[in-house]
Protein backbone atom coordinates (compact mmCIF):
# COMPACT_ATOMS: atom_id res chain seq x y z
CA UNK A 1 0.00 0.00 0.00
CA UNK A 2 0.89 3.48 0.62
CA UNK A 3 2.95 3.13 3.41
CA UNK A 4 5.32 0.48 2.21
CA UNK A 5 5.91 2.94 -0.34
CA UNK A 6 6.48 5.69 2.16
CA UNK A 7 9.03 3.51 3.73
CA UNK A 8 10.99 3.20 0.80
CA UNK A 9 11.06 6.93 0.44
CA UNK A 10 12.15 6.78 3.86
CA UNK A 11 15.12 4.50 3.86
CA UNK A 12 16.61 6.30 0.65
CA UNK A 13 16.18 9.98 2.13
CA UNK A 14 18.62 8.18 5.06
CA UNK A 15 20.79 6.64 2.72
CA UNK A 16 21.21 9.57 0.73
CA UNK A 17 22.16 11.62 4.19
CA UNK A 18 24.20 9.24 5.10
CA UNK A 19 26.25 9.02 1.81
CA UNK A 20 26.76 12.59 1.69
CA UNK A 21 28.23 12.46 5.10
CA UNK A 22 30.95 10.04 4.27
CA UNK A 23 31.75 11.57 1.17
CA UNK A 24 32.71 15.44 3.04
CA UNK A 25 34.13 13.13 5.94
CA UNK A 26 36.50 11.23 3.30
CA UNK A 27 36.81 13.93 0.96
CA UNK A 28 36.05 17.01 2.57
CA UNK A 29 35.51 19.86 0.09
CA UNK A 30 38.02 18.52 -2.71
CA UNK A 31 36.96 16.26 -5.57
CA UNK A 32 36.49 12.37 -5.13
CA UNK A 33 39.62 10.83 -5.72
CA UNK A 34 42.77 9.18 -4.28
CA UNK A 35 44.48 12.42 -3.71
CA UNK A 36 41.95 14.24 -1.97
CA UNK A 37 41.10 10.77 0.14
CA UNK A 38 41.52 12.11 3.97
CA UNK A 39 43.57 8.59 5.01
CA UNK A 40 43.00 9.59 8.86
CA UNK A 41 39.50 9.69 8.70
CA UNK A 42 39.59 6.70 6.59
CA UNK A 43 41.22 4.91 8.78
CA UNK A 44 38.85 5.65 12.07
CA UNK A 45 36.06 4.42 9.87
CA UNK A 46 37.36 1.13 9.22
CA UNK A 47 38.58 0.72 13.24
CA UNK A 48 35.05 1.77 14.11
CA UNK A 49 33.38 -0.84 11.85
CA UNK A 50 35.70 -3.54 13.19
CA UNK A 51 35.55 -2.74 16.78
CA UNK A 52 31.09 -2.84 15.84
CA UNK A 53 31.19 -5.89 14.44
CA UNK A 54 33.74 -7.61 16.68
CA UNK A 55 33.04 -6.44 20.10
CA UNK A 56 29.26 -4.77 19.64
CA UNK A 57 30.37 -1.14 22.04
CA UNK A 58 27.71 1.59 22.05
CA UNK A 59 27.81 3.34 18.38
CA UNK A 60 28.09 6.60 20.36
CA UNK A 61 31.47 5.88 21.94
CA UNK A 62 32.55 4.28 18.81
CA UNK A 63 31.92 7.07 17.25
CA UNK A 64 33.68 9.53 19.99
CA UNK A 65 36.63 7.69 20.54
CA UNK A 66 37.31 7.65 16.67
CA UNK A 67 37.05 11.43 16.92
CA UNK A 68 39.11 11.59 19.59
CA UNK A 69 41.70 8.84 17.70
CA UNK A 70 41.50 11.51 14.27
CA UNK A 71 42.05 14.30 16.44
CA UNK A 72 45.14 12.93 18.21
CA UNK A 73 46.61 11.37 14.92
CA UNK A 74 46.22 14.74 12.90
CA UNK A 75 47.34 17.24 15.78
CA UNK A 76 50.13 14.90 16.07
CA UNK A 77 51.71 14.55 12.54
CA UNK A 78 50.39 18.22 11.35
CA UNK A 79 47.79 17.04 9.24
CA UNK A 80 44.61 18.50 8.65
Do not use: N, Q
Not at 19 to 27: D, P, R, T, Y
Not at 31 to 40: A, P, Q
Amino acid sequence: GVLSGLRLAVVALIASAGMSIAVLALFGEHSVSLEGLDWVSLACAALGLLALRKWKPSPILVIFLAGLLGAGVKLAFGLG
